[in-house]
């Protein structure tokens, strides 16, 4: 079941061709994690339930690399790289030699160590002699293989970048300023700050990518050049960027910068350059390396994309958070192949920090080649006739009192009701990550506002072809293929449902996380603050979010009705294999407290339900067992003083075994 879960993810992190539906590829991770959690003697270090697991670190560990993780030297023009060109021609004077080009990706640069197959540890670059131990990180991205196809016997490191895709950086960013958190410059830095986590179950979150480009001692494996060593690490079920090309001349090297510059900005990875290398390994070696840099490879770097333009004014929408957001509309520059006229200047800290006025000359660049971004005012270019800005105290599209929270820096709309908010709701709801429902777009959304049809996104359940049909550029075939998806959303799965509420904060993999173990909308609204903050991708912060938002009672109304219509707020029972009730467990209640080697607590706690107990988040009187891991706290402490009965873990472990 490993080695089949391995190649599904193969097929759809590496190739992007899965074979199997999303569905049915979950089925099976959680057999197999409901299987190992049973049975702990049978999970390996290669195991997928490894890429999230075990508690979040304190720190992290040094790791000395096995050969130093040199630095490249840069090449910013042309006439840089025909230096190198003429130097290494002369150091390898019989000439002739190929060259390898492969797009530089702005990333994170990792060392990895495989122990007869078996990924064993990852590390930073550091100061390029000794890293930092990220290997639970490095676990959590879904393109890597924990064990090599083709494993060989002994120890062999493989080095790659980190990075994080364009479309994955600028949602990354759109849900930190939900959060009042400031966004990332760029991907490399949210690259960089998620690999370096001590939670590994956000990096997990943050969905990263990783190509690899470098095995050291490539020579052994009968690899004699940089173009074979590419092939190998795809042969081997490596990720690699894909883009390299094998050049035999100055003049194709050339040829590639000029064609990789008109494309790059349609990839979805970022990159700032063009590595050059030596392909032969024979020649490599025989030009050797300086303290820095290696002498048979340069990075040439595309200079920085910067346009001058004009703020011709700073509008305010409205999200569906309330978030009051200024954008600055511009006068139309091309900027990294795309034409910009608007860019979030995010709110009123920013705008003052840059001091960004109406009709100033400003210079602009997009951040990550993906979101234009204000960089600075050209102050030299003001006459005096500029209009500084600042955020209205009444919402523009409801005229509703806009506040700021003192531990917010956004300011907010109050009016739930709010016209701009419920479109963005309605968006939100009917998107594919959500209630996926075909057929409504914005312009529909804003007609079924306006007509008054829709008041809430519980409404769309009330549509019918009749209703439908009066609106514009609505025929009777479109309003019933309308209605029939509509009436299909209702059998979404229930963490889609819980996306589609739009509880702040709580995303796509947050909503999968939280209907992992709250398997219904009641479990998850009569949940306590310590069962929500302590489960995995939540914390207080989102613990917080799900409060407020279930005890208001405009959401809970439209609950209600959402459930009224049949739609989905059940996840379905989560079975596992060969457990049945048992008196160790049946009609008892459990807690869980402390930190869990072999499972989270979570895990714990569904094979205890599903051996007949119920758990809570807390010790009383009627607790009948707590289950304590390492450094258990206070509960521990109260179930002494009770007189609880108190398992360690390694007594769970076995009581599962035998009473399973």
């Not at 939670?199 to 969905?207: E, G, P, Y």
């Not at 978030?323 to 979030?344: D, H, K, N, Q, Y």
Request: aromatic share 6%; glycine share 8%.
């Amino acid at each position: 079941m490993r080695r089949t879960i391995a190649r599904h993810d193969e097929l759809y992190y590496v190739h992007d061709s899965p074979e199997i539906e999303d569905h049915e590829y979950d089925a099976l991770l959680r057999e197999l994690v409901g299987i190992e959690t049973l049975y702990p003697e049978l999970l390996t270090p290669d195991s997928p339930n490894m890429r999230v697991g075990g508690p979040p670190r304190t720190e992290f560990r040094k790791v000395v690399h096995d050969a130093p993780m040199q630095s490249l030297d840069n090449a910013l023009d042309k006439d840089e790289l025909a230096a190198f060109f003429e130097r290494t021609g002369k150091n390898l004077d019989d000439g002739g030699y190929a060259w390898v080009c492969e797009p530089k990706i702005d990333g994170l640069a990792v060392s990895l160590i495989y122990d007869n197959g078996l990924l064993v540890t990852a590390s930073t670059r550091g100061d390029g002699l000794v890293g930092e131990d990220v290997t639970q990180n490095i676990r959590t991205i879904k393109s890597l293989p924990l064990r090599m196809k083709r494993p060989r016997l002994g120890r062999m490191e493989v080095r790659g970048e980190v990075c994080m895709a364009r479309e994955d950086f600028a949602e990354l960013n759109k849900l930190r300023e939900e959060q009042d958190l400031p966004p990332f410059a760029n991907p490399r830095n949210a690259a960089a700050g998620s690999i370096r986590q001590l939670d590994h179950r956000v990096t997990a979150s943050r969905n990263l990518k990783i190509f690899l480009y470098h095995v050291n001692g490539a020579s052994s494996l009968g690899i004699d050049s940089q173009h074979g060593l590419f092939r190998w690490l795809e042969d081997e079920g490596f990720p690699t960027h894909g883009h390299d090309r094998l050049c035999r001349s100055d003049d194709e090297i050339y040829q590639f910068l000029e064609e990789w510059n008109g494309i790059r900005f349609n990839d979805s990875i970022n990159t700032d350059g063009v590595v050059i290398k030596l392909d032969s390994m024979q020649a490599r070696e025989r030009l050797g390396s300086t303290s820095k840099a290696p002498r048979w490879a340069i990075a040439f770097k595309y200079p920085p994309e910067e346009k001058r333009t004009r703020i011709l004014d700073i509008e305010i929408s409205v999200g569906r958070t309330g978030a009051l957001t200024p954008t600055a509309i511009m006068e139309p520059v091309t900027l990294s192949g795309t034409t910009v006229r608007r860019a979030s200047l995010h709110n009123q800290d920013e705008v003052n920090r840059k001091d960004v006025r109406v009709g100033d000359t400003v210079w602009i660049h997009k951040a990550g080649e993906i979101i234009p971004e204000v960089l600075r005012v050209d102050l030299a270019a003001r006459t005096g006739g500029e209009v500084p800005f600042k955020i209205p105290e009444t919402c523009p599209a409801c005229g509703s009192e806009a506040i700021r929270l003192p531990s917010e820096a956004a300011v907010r709309c109050v009016n739930k009701s709010c016209p701009a908010q419920l479109q963005e709701n309605l968006w939100h709801f009917v998107s594919r990550d959500c209630m996926d429902i075909n057929g409504i777009g914005e312009k529909l959304i804003r007609q079924l506002i306006e007509t008054g049809l829709v008041k809430s996104v519980a409404d769309l359940y009330e549509l019918s072809a009749e209703k439908l049909s009066g609106l514009e550029r609505m025929a009777d075939k479109s309003a019933n293929k309308l209605v029939s998806a509509i009436e299909t959303s209702k059998s979404r799965p229930f963490y889609a449902v819980l996306n589609a509420l739009g509880i702040r904060n709580v995303g796509k993999k947050t909503a999968r996380d939280i209907t992992e173990r709250f398997r219904d909308i009641d479990a998850l609204i009569g949940a306590g603050d310590e069962e929500l903050s302590n489960l995995a991708g939540v914390g207080p912060v989102i613990a917080e979010s799900i409060r407020r938002h279930f005890s208001d009672e405009r959401n809970m109304s439209v609950i209600t009705r959402l459930r009224e219509y049949g739609v989905n707020m059940d996840a379905g029972p989560e079975s596992f294999s060969n457990v049945t009730p048992t008196a160790a467990f049946e009609g008892k209640k459990f807690v869980f407290t402390g930190e869990l080697s072999a499972m989270t607590r979570g895990e714990a706690e569904r094979i205890a339900e599903a051996m007949g107990a119920s758990t809570s988040g807390s010790v009383s009187k009627k607790t009948d067992v707590v289950v304590a891991g390492a450094n258990a706290g206070s509960k521990y402490s109260k179930a002494l003083t009770l007189g609880v009965e108190i398992w360690d873990e390694e007594v769970f472990l076995e009581k599962i075994k035998i009473e399973k």
